[in-house]
């Protein structure tokens, strides 16, 4: 079992920034792909962002690119998102997740209980 913990959401305005982090225990936490998504309220849960076991693999949504940063210390067995220039519709709640493999969907096998993120106009 993994356990992960996020902390870091709050309410920022419009521009302005945040950085989330998940914090994880359990297992080695370098055999494991991190991953962020979020869900805002009636929508589905979307995918964020990932990074590979040793970080040097990171993959974006087209909607975070450029303003999102994902990073992880193996050390401190962390995961952290960078969120620049954020806007209204990043409004969600923002959940870790863990994975023994790369994944092309949702279908982590570890999540966290989220962070709310809200973002005001």
């Known amino acids: 079992q993994v356990q992960l913990v996020e902390s870091g959401g709050g309410v920022v305005q419009a521009g302005g920034s945040l950085r989330l982090s998940c914090a994880a225990s359990?297992?080695?936490?370098?055999?494991?792909?991190m991953a962020w998504f979020r869900q805002a309220p009636g929508k589905e849960r979307e995918f964020v962002a990932a990074?590979?076991?040793?970080?040097?693999?990171?993959n974006y949504a087209d909607s975070v690119k450029g303003r999102f940063t994902i990073s992880r210390y193996n050390t401190k067995n962390t995961v952290y998102l960078q969120m620049n220039s954020l806007k209204p519709e990043d409004t969600a709640i923002y959940y870790c997740?863990?994975?023994?493999?790369?994944?092309?969907?949702?279908?982590?096998?570890?999540w966290g209980q989220g962070t709310q993120v809200t973002v005001s106009s």
């Open positions: 997740a863990a994975d023994t493999q790369w994944l092309n969907s949702g279908e982590y096998d570890y």
């Open positions: 359990g297992r080695t936490f370098s055999n494991y792909v």
């Open positions: 990074i590979s076991r040793s970080g040097g693999i990171t």
